[in-house]
């Protein structure tokens, strides 16, 4: 397993579908006021809000992308949308995409085809009951990927029964041995009371956090 250190850990703000552009511009605005540690702090935004986070402190990414390169699908957005925009990340295969959108991780490997043919990291989330399927379809390019282990029932919204953290760790090896991603993060729950647990693990590359980026004086914490 590769070692990182606390300085390099990626803290990745999961906003889903809140905000509009103008409170985007006021998280921003409190956000660089706030006492940030040493993390390289990522947004993934909502597509419309990308341009109002422009010149930040922090990286941006998204929360989804096209399947397909630029044209005719209509409501899809194709990293040719996005040029210009500094998206260095995408979230891809959330549970929230599985879910509600009927993403498979067949689908979710071409997407990560599509990310990485225009230089966006994907951070390909999975559940326990995905690991093997995922790293079947992603084959090697898991490994120009950062891989994001969301246990669903530690997600706040589907209930947030975090696990112990031993348990944790055993998921997050059989990552490590099905995968060789660029490293693994951990989502569900995330919170300035326990995140310290996670990034000060030399296994855990960073976390993936939903409720607790919304307030950027508690996502500046973690
Ligand atoms: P949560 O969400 O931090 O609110 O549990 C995490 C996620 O859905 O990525």
């Given at each position: ?132 399927e995922q790293a079947n379809t992603l084959g090697k390019a898991s ?80």
């Amino acid at each position: 397993m590769t070692n990182i250190s606390h300085a390099q850990k990626l803290v990745v703000a999961n906003w889903k579908s809140n905000f509009s552009w103008n409170e985007a511009q006021n998280w921003a605005q409190q956000f660089r006021g706030e006492n940030q540690h040493q993390h390289t702090y990522v947004v993934c935004a909502p597509f419309p809000l990308l341009g109002a986070l422009q010149n930040e402190s922090f990286t941006l990414g998204v929360q989804d992308l096209s399947p397909f390169e630029a044209g005719a699908y209509t409501g899809a957005v194709s990293p040719t949308n996005l040029q210009g925009l500094g998206i260095k990340f995408a979230i891809l295969g959330h549970s929230e995409r599985r879910k509600y959108f009927q993403e498979t991780s067949e689908l979710v490997a071409k997407k990560v085809e599509i990310a990485l043919a225009h230089d966006i990291t994907p951070i390909v989330c999975v559940d326990r009951d995905q690991f093997s399927e995922q790293a079947n379809t992603l084959g090697k390019a898991s490994q120009q990927c950062f891989i994001a282990y969301e246990p669903i029932h530690a997600i706040s919204t589907f209930g947030g029964q975090e696990d112990p953290l031993e348990v944790t760790l055993e998921a997050i090896e059989e990552i490590h041995s099905l995968f060789q991603p660029l490293g693994v993060l951990y989502g569900g729950s995330v919170s300035p009371e326990n995140s310290l647990a996670y990034l000060q693990n030399e296994h855990i590359a960073g976390v993936l956090v939903g409720g607790s980026s919304l307030k950027p004086e508690v996502f500046a914490q973690l």
